[in-house]
C-alpha cells in the first residue's frame, strides 16, 4: 500500500498511474486550489457527484464555506465572493462536495505540520511551471524560483516550509517525494536554486535522483521532455548505497534498456470517426479560421494529411492549442461546415495524449456543472488547459514502480 498525498494535483495524473500500475494505494490528501481542477479530479477518480450533503445549502452558507478556502478560478489569482457570487447554487454545492470528498486541503501556504497528514509514503508536488518556462522568458519573466520572487513557481517553498515544520515539530517527513516540472529548471538561470532546493533535502535526510524524460520513450505518441525528481528519505546512513545501488542498476534515462515501452500508434489516440455524432461536433469546435498564420502553424505541425498520418508523434501539449509551438495539426477539408482546411486536436484527444481514459473525459462532460446560463464549468480552452497543465501518465508508472520497489526494499 502506498500512502499519498498530491500537492498541485491538477486533475490526477499520479492516481491515474498508481491505479493504472495495479498496486495498492490510498490518495490521503490534495492539496488543489483551482476549482476547475479538484473538480475534474474529482469527476474522473470519484464519479457521480454526491450533492446530498448540500442540498439544503443556501448560496450564502456556501459562500461562506467557499471564499475562505482562497480558491481560483484561473488558477492565478484568487477568486472573490463576488465572482462566486454570479455562480449557481447548484454550481457552488458542486464545487463544496468535489473539495470535500477529495479531502483537499486547498491552498498550499495553509498548510503546515498541524494539518498535515501522518504515515505518508509520498509526496509529491508538480508546482507551476509559469515562471520557470521558455515561454515565460519570451514575457521577461525571469523570476523563476527566486525564494524572493513571490511568485506561482516559488510555491515549491512552501514545500520546503512543510517538510522543514514536520521535522523541527517531530512529525513524521513523507518516505518519498516526487517532483516534476519542465526541464528549464536544470538551466543556468535556475540550477543554482534547485542546487539550494537538493541541499535542503539532503538536509532533512532525503537521497535524490534527478531524471530528465520524453514521455515518446515510455509508450506515449507525445515528444514531452520533463525533469523529475525522486527524494528517498533514507532510514539510516547504511542504505544509501542500497539506494545509489538501486537506481544506477534501474536507470530509465538509459534507453537501451527501456525503448518504446508498450508503444502504441498515434493514431490510436486521434477520434477520427466522424460519423460519430460527438466526434464530429468536438471536430468543428476545434476547427479555427482560416488565418495567414494559422496557416503557416499548420504547415509547420501537420500531423494528419487527409487520412494518413504522417508522423509518429506530436509535439508537446500545452494549455492551449490554437498556437505555436502547437502539438499537432491534421487535415480537415471534406467535414468542416466553415473555417479552415485543418484542426487542431481536440480535448478529448488531449486527454488521451496525456494517458487518460476516454470514460475520464465522458465524466468531465457529463457531470459538467452550469455554473451561469448558457455557460458551463468545463469549456473547450478550459479543457485543454487542464490537460496541458498535467503529467503524462504512462512517465509516471515507470516512477511510481521505482518508488514502490524502494518502499519495499528499504520499509519492509
Not at 104 to 117: T, W
Not at 317 to 329: E, F, S, W
Request: with cysteine.
Amino acid at each position: 500500500m502506498l500512502n499519498v498525498v498530491e500537492a498541485f494535483s491538477g486533475i490526477g495524473s499520479q492516481a491515474k498511474a498508481l491505479k493504472k500500475l495495479g498496486i495498492n494505494y490510498n490518495v490521503i490528501n490534495i492539496l488543489e486550489w483551482d476549482i476547475s481542477a479538484f473538480v475534474a479530479y474529482d469527476f474522473i477518480h470519484n464519479g457521480e457527484p454526491d450533492l446530498t450533503p448540500y442540498k439544503n445549502y443556501t448560496k450564502v452558507q456556501l459562500l461562506d464555506e467557499l471564499v475562505p478556502l482562497n480558491l481560483s478560478i484561473d488558477g492565478k489569482n484568487p477568486v472573490t465572493r463576488v465572482s462566486l457570487n454570479m455562480w449557481s447554487v447548484e454550481a457552488l454545492r458542486v464545487v463544496l462536495a468535489a473539495y470535500n470528498r477529495t479531502h483537499n486541503l486547498g491552498d498550499i501556504q495553509r498548510v503546515g505540520y498541524h494539518n498535515f497528514p501522518t504515515n505518508v509514503d509520498v509526496l509529491t508536488y508538480s508546482f507551476p511551471c509559469q515562471d520557470l518556462s521558455i515561454g515565460g522568458a519570451w514575457h521577461n519573466n525571469l523570476s523563476g524560483i527566486d525564494r524572493d520572487a513571490n511568485n506561482r513557481s516559488g510555491l515549491l517553498w512552501e514545500v520546503e516550509r512543510i517538510l522543514q515544520e514536520l521535522y523541527d515539530n517531530d512529525k513524521d517527513l513523507p518516505r518519498f517525494l516526487l517532483m516534476e516540472n519542465v526541464s528549464n529548471i536544470l538551466s543556468n538561470r535556475h540550477k543554482r536554486n534547485f542546487y539550494d532546493w537538493k541541499q535542503q533535502l539532503e538536509h532533512l535526510g532525503y537521497y535524490n535522483r534527478v531524471y530528465t524524460l520524453d514521455a515518446s520513450k515510455f509508450g506515449s505518441p507525445q515528444k514531452r521532455v520533463r525533469t523529475f525528481m525522486i527524494s528517498v528519505l533514507l532510514p539510516n546512513e547504511h542504505t544509501k548505497d542500497v539506494v545509489e545501488d538501486y537506481f544506477i542498476n534501474n536507470d530509465i534515462e538509459d534507453d537501451s534498456k527501456y525503448r518504446d515501452r508498450n508503444s502504441r500508434p498515434l493514431e490510436d489516440y486521434l477520434r477520427l470517426d466522424y460519423t460519430n455524432p460527438i466526434y464530429i461536433s468536438e471536430a468543428h469546435n476545434s476547427n479555427p479560421n482560416d488565418t495567414p498564420s494559422r496557416r503557416k502553424i499548420y504547415k509547420e505541425n501537420e500531423i494528419l494529411n487527409k487520412s494518413n498520418i504522417i508522423s509518429r508523434y506530436i509535439g508537446t501539449l500545452t494549455t492551449k492549442q490554437d498556437r505555436h509551438p502547437n502539438a499537432g495539426i491534421l487535415e480537415f477539408p471534406e467535414h468542416r461546415i466553415g473555417g479552415s482546411p485543418y484542426r487542431n486536436l481536440t480535448p478529448r484527444e488531449c486527454f488521451l495524449l496525456m494517458g487518460f481514459d476516454e470514460d475520464d473525459f465522458d465524466r468531465i462532460l457529463m457531470y459538467n456543472p452550469q455554473i451561469q446560463k448558457n455557460k458551463k464549468l468545463y469549456s473547450r480552452s478550459r479543457l485543454e488547459r487542464l490537460a496541458g497543465n498535467s503529467i503524462v501518465v504512462d512517465v509516471l508508472i515507470e516512477i511510481f514502480s521505482q518508488i514502490y520497489d524502494l518502499k519495499i526494499l528499504l520499509y519492509r
